[in-house]
């Protein structure tokens, strides 16, 4: 059959095209918010009408402000690259993943980056996000999974091995709104170990400056990133791979900024940037893996 034929979707075809559950597409269906058939005695839906739909919203909430082009949440050094390369003109305003999901929440983004280690299931970010963004209209993309680990000057690459090291030494902290952060105290605690007993410097409120303070002698240590250790010539002791995933409105995914920067991350430049920072694994770079 040629596409022509199908000029209507089905239920599952309209739930993959906007990436939500099945059930919420009977409920926009319920509620009128979009075009749909029921002339054959089950729902169906004119692809051109929903395609004009999503572009122009004509059928969505009333007063609805657009929110900024601006990328919140957690520093990830080759997110920073791919937004600055694509010249996708997006923003970029990176104090922490809490932070971030704070601020979208509030509307101040169109996307936010979240490394958020749960203890309690030992997954990254969808408990977070289900948690604190479920009112959002939005979706979970992967991004990356990432090394991280002890960072530490050369000379001291034999002091600082485990977690247990980390009371020897003079440790860059991070804010408490990162995922480093919230990382670093389940570890801790899974060993056994109390905060008390380990001493911090000011909180560094990037992956850059955390280990930056390690390479001028202001830290010992830091729990930071393979890909930022590596240019600053230190050792790095790898202890977890964490996933960094963007959370992204629904609406601001279908327009040109975000679709810009996924175009990008498609060529062969994302990911022989993320080769050559190592410690990085993009295999899965835009996968769904939370809906709202």
């Given amino acids: 059959m ?15 095209l906007l990436r939500v559950k099945e059930r919420k597409v009977y409920d926009l269906a319920a509620s009128g918010k979009v075009p749909c058939s029921r002339a054959t005695g089950k729902l169906l ?9 999503m572009t ?13 082009k601006v990328v919140l949440g957690s520093h990830d050094p080759l997110l920073e690259w791919a937004v600055r390369q694509s010249r996708c003109g997006l923003a970029l305003l990176l104090d922490g993943s809490r ?65 247990g090291d980390l009371a020897g030494g003079t440790v860059a902290a991070r804010q408490s709104e990162s995922g480093a952060d919230i990382l670093l105290r389940h570890l801790l605690a899974g060993e ?37 250790a590596k240019p600053f010539g230190l050792a790095f002791s790898a202890l977890v791979q ?19 920067l996924l175009a990008f991350c498609r060529t062969p430049a994302l990911a022989e940037r993320a080769a050559a920072l190592g410690g990085y694994d993009v295999a899965r770079l835009g996968e769904v893996r939370w809906r709202a």
């Fill in 2 to 16: 040629t596409r022509q034929a199908h000029e209507y979707l089905t239920v599952h075809e309209l739930a993959d």
């Fill in 242 to 260: 964490e996933r960094f995933d963007i959370l992204v409105d629904r609406r601001a995914y279908f327009e040109e900024p975000f679709q810009a």
């Fill in 99 to 163: 932070d971030g999901a704070a601020r979208f929440n509030a509307g101040e983004g169109l996307a936010a980056g979240l490394h958020v280690h749960d203890a309690g299931t030992n997954s990254w970010n969808e408990a977070f996000v289900d948690g604190e963004c479920s009112g959002q209209d939005a979706v979970l993309l992967s991004w990356a999974a990432r090394r991280r680990g002890l960072v530490t000057r050369p000379e001291n690459a034999g002091r600082f091995k485990a977690l």
């Fill in 192 to 228: 056994g170990i109390s905060v008390e007993d380990v001493q911090f410097t000011e909180p560094a409120r990037s992956e850059q400056d955390a280990v930056l303070a390690v390479a001028e002698g202001l830290a010992d240590v830091t729990l930071g990133l393979e890909a930022v």
């Fill in 56 to 68: 122009n919203r004509r059928s969505g909430p009333v007063g609805r402000t657009d929110r900024p």
């Fill in 45 to 53: 839906f004119p692809e051109a009408e929903i395609r004009a739909w």
